[in-house]
């Protein structure tokens, strides 16, 4: 049985830093492309960053680049996002996703986990 956790979150100040990690069991973690993605309140769930199987490959969105680092520790089967210079606007559900093939932003990853909050307030 697949299962993909996330855990970091919380409350944080504007200007402040969170890392985000995510533990995937019950697959093979470097088989899996993994994906950060958010949903704000009243908002659709959008991709905020991807890796690679093998971490060759990594994609931000726009508005995050520069601010957020993803990372995957293929031996600890674990995926991180560290977040530094939070806004206001980054305040969401950060889910993270699993799939074997490379997506992208593509919502279509297989797995999902339960999701973590991030609050960013100003």
């Known amino acids: 049985q697949v299962q993909v956790v996330e855990s970091g979150g919380g409350l944080v100040q504007a200007g402040g830093s969170l890392r985000l990690a995510c533990t995937a069991s019950?697959?093979?973690?470097?088989?899996?492309?993994m994906g950060w993605f958010r949903q704000a309140p009243g908002k659709e769930r959008e991709g905020v960053s991807c890796i690679s199987r093998n971490g060759a490959r990594i994609d931000y969105k726009a508005s995050v680049k520069g601010r957020f680092t993803i990372t995957r520790d293929n031996a600890k089967r674990t995926l991180y996002l560290q977040m530094n210079s939070l806004k206001p606007e980054d305040t969401a559900m950060y889910y993270c996703?699993?799939?074997?093939?490379?997506?992208?932003?593509?919502?279509?990853?297989?797995?999902w986990g339960q999701g973590t909050q991030v609050t960013v307030s100003s």
């Open positions: 996703a699993a799939d074997r093939e490379y997506l992208g932003f593509d919502t279509g990853y297989k797995y």
């Open positions: 019950g697959l093979s973690f470097d088989d899996y492309a």
